[in-house]
């Protein structure tokens, strides 16, 4: 068993008397590790899959979910998202019955983002868990067993079914990047044609660590740019793809409403695009690297609660920085190399219009100092 990063946290808040909301891509883990940390009959299972759980906890009132809940002092509620009025249920279950612990899973934002932030105010704790981490693979097995599978890692990702089962990864990711990971999006959305999100969905995989243009995107699929961005919004509630967004304060010439997007999983993009060429082979290693790199440090980010503003830098010359954290008022900017041997080159014009900076470079021979970098 790969002993999750997170069961710290929630192991801390366990006790207390707030709602947990655990959420994140489909199959990443979330039901296996509160199975694994809540294992005894006092604990209540529920399934948002299920037909008639979802018709019994969407208007509910608190009698009923006494009775419901019973002896049980805790209760999980798997998928919850795929429940209407979620968020006004889970009010009541705090509010009316708060010697019972409440969990829930969600592998979407759609409705746990819509119904339950309102009702929730100030009685949830909401976590996020990502596929699994080169850190938590290093402390299973050994650092030196995770940095031989680097260039594996990269082709295939770090979801855990992929990891469990070697030899079978194609075939896993490729029924995770079918119709399987729209599936939340398909549901509740009115997407008239489907083909065209998958579309998208391999374009941007196409374009990660550039910056990415909604109206060439457009062009690209079939698409207005106000479809685009809207799918591009799903696709990000979803736990598919995430932005980063430009920096722009001081100079004229700085990209100012520029995006870059990453996937969470770059075994999920290397599947779209159908490309399993080990890293030796592929032109497009930097950038899996760069999306590597940047989710590997949210991961830690998340996981040990550190905060910063995150972005690229950009100007109409071409004058760019990979990644840039601002924190106590300290800009500190990356720049990714895959070889070791390649030189960076930081932009005068960067260092000039931002003097209080810390400029670094990261490549395989020091990417853990960049990950594990507290804050």
């Known amino acids: 068993m790969i002993l999750r990063e997170i069961s710290k946290l929630l192991e801390q808040k366990i006790k207390d008397s707030k709602i947990i909301i655990l959420v994140g891509p489909r199959q990443v883990g979330k039901t296996t590790l509160l199975k694994t940390m809540f294992k005894t009959e006092a604990t ?28 049980h002092d805790r209760l999980i509620i798997d998928e919850a998202q795929r429940i209407e009025n979620i968020g006004l249920t889970l009010k009541i279950l705090h509010d009316q019955l708060p010697e019972v612990k409440v969990l829930a899973t969600g592998s979407s934002a759609f409705e746990l983002a819509n119904q339950i932030n309102e009702p929730l ?65 398909l549901t509740w959305e009115d997407i008239k044609k489907p083909q065209k999100l998958e579309a998208l969905v391999q374009a941007l995989a196409f374009q990660i660590g550039q910056q990415v243009s909604y109206h060439e995107l457009g062009q690209i699929v079939g698409l207005n740019n106000e479809t685009v961005e809207r799918y591009i919004n799903l696709l990000e509630k979803a736990f598919i793809i995430f932005r980063l967004p430009s920096l722009s304060r001081n100079l004229r010439n700085e990209l100012k409403k520029s995006r870059k ?19 030796a082979m592929r032109q497009d290693v930097g950038a899996l690297w ?28 071409q004058q760019e920085i990979d990644f840039i954290e601002e924190s106590g008022g300290v800009l500190h900017a990356y720049e990714f190399k895959w070889n070791p041997k390649r030189k960076a080159k930081f932009s005068k014009a960067f260092k000039d219009g931002y003097p ?16 594990q970098k507290p804050i």
């Open 44 to 71: 209540l299972w529920l399934n948002g899959d299920d037909a008639d759980v979802r018709s019994k906890l969407s208007n509910t009132s608190s009698t009923y979910l006494k009775q419901l809940v019973g002896t």
């Open 121 to 185: 105010t100030g009685r949830k704790w909401e976590f996020h868990l990502w596929p699994i981490s080169f850190e938590e693979m290093a402390n299973h097995h050994s650092l030196l067993e995770e940095e031989r599978l680097l260039e594996h890692r990269l082709v295939y990702g770090w979801y855990p079914e992929v990891i469990n089962n070697p030899g079978s990864e194609k075939l896993i990711l490729n029924a995770l990047s079918d119709s399987y990971l729209y599936k939340d999006i």
């Open 261 to 279: 997007i990453y996937f969470y999983d770059v075994g999920i993009r290397n599947s779209v695009i159908k490309n399993w060429n080990p890293v």
């Open 290 to 317: 760069e999306n590597f790199l940047i989710v590997e440090r949210l991961k830690h980010k998340s996981y040990n609660q550190l905060f910063s503003n995150d972005y690229f830098w950009r100007t109409h010359a």
């Open 356 to 371: 209080n900076h810390e400029l670094s470079v990261v490549n395989k021979t020091n990417f853990l100092d960049f990950v």
